[in-house]
């Protein structure tokens, strides 16, 4: 946190090369240069962002009922019979399916092999000749055609793999955790008898935030099995900084060094977590009390 915060003097170490597609060209995570990664930021700031499409949520909630109505049709026309399904790479298939309408306007329609569904269907949310993706919104805000082809390859790598791990993980583990899974379904179905959550289908983002035990869950999924294990090293200001160990004791690093870390090893620190850090427990979202100490002094 102290060293990736906005303001940190530390900078994206040479590790970062190797996020370049194809190597030699620069996109946002790629680009060490802090004033040209500044300027990246702002253009696509609004694109990321999603302020320019009207339509993202009903967008992904199309993708996602796609993803259910797929499973359910396995299920069904199995005779009610059990039959095993790969859930790992249909989640796969649908955050594709999401971040390709997203970020150029066209899904590459993995998961339904029926694409006049999925035709039919972006017809339905998208009733605008204006394109609302996130390409058009990086162009508009300056971006040249090597740029966009550089950034969108980025999109789809940081934007799918990622959401796709969380996706499984949290299935994984709520599947196999009586616990969690009573807790949550306990939730949901309290939310919707209160009239909490509204409508048919897919829920509402807005409504989905405010289930504490829900959100809990996906923090704990991604906490359990974090999507990012790679060491984003970052190079230290030319004064050095200082570094808090686990047991508290302040050691000094020296300056221009590369620093990584691996989420796996930190997202499974008992000292952070206690002693049960390595199971599934998302109640410990709802009582730990927070800290901003990486954040503090920039
Ligand atoms: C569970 C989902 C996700 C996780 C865990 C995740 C994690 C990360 C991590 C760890 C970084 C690197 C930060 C650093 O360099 O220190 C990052 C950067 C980035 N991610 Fe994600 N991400 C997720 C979803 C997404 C999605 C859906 C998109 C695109 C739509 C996206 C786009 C980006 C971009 C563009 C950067 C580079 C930002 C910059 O350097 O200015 N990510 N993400």
Redesign the pocket.
């Known amino acids: 946190m102290r060293m990736?915060a906005a303001r940190s003097p530390s900078t994206?170490g040479n590790w970062y090369n190797g996020a370049r597609f194809p190597p030699g060209q620069d996109n946002?995570?790629s680009q060490q240069d802090e004033e040209k990664?500044t300027k990246r930021?702002a253009q696509m700031a609004e694109g990321?962002a999603g302020k320019t499409n009207p339509t993202l949520e009903p967008t992904i909630s199309m993708h996602v009922q796609n993803f259910i109505d797929l499973l359910r049709r396995n299920y069904i026309s199995s005779d009610k019979e059990f039959k095993p399904i790969d859930m790992g790479r249909k989640a796969s298939f649908l955050t594709m399916d999401v971040?390709t309408d997203v970020?150029f306007g066209q899904p590459f329609g993995n998961l339904v092999n029926d694409k006049d569904i999925i035709a039919n269907n972006s017809h339905a949310v998208k009733d605008t000749d204006v394109r609302q993706d996130m390409l058009s919104s990086f162009i508009k805000d300056g971006l040249d055609e090597n740029d966009v082809m550089y950034e969108s390859v980025?999109?789809i790598i940081?934007?799918a793999d990622?959401?796709a791990t969380?996706i499984r993980s949290i299935f994984l583990h709520i599947m196999t955790n009586p616990h969690a899974y009573r807790a949550l379904q306990q939730e949901i179905d309290t939310a919707v008898k209160d009239g909490r959550v509204t409508g048919e289908g897919v829920i509402k983002e807005p409504e989905a935030r405010e289930l504490p035990y829900l959100q809990a869950v996906i923090q704990e999924g991604?906490r359990v099995w974090?999507?990012?294990t790679g060491g984003?090293q970052k190079l230290s200001p030319p004064n050095g900084d200082r570094f808090t160990l686990s047991s508290r004791e302040e050691v000094h690093i020296p300056g221009g060094v590369n620093v990584g870390w691996s989420s796996w090893a930190m997202m499974r620190d008992k000292s952070t977590f206690g002693v049960d850090a390595e199971v599934l427990r998302p109640e410990r979202w709802l009582e730990g009390e927070g800290t901003t100490e990486g954040k503090r002094g920039w």
Request: aromatic fraction near 4%; avoid cysteine; hydrophobic fraction near 50%.
């Open positions: 990736s994206k946002i995570i990664h930021r990321y971040i970020a980025l999109q940081a934007g990622t959401t969380a991604i974090p999507p990012v984003l």
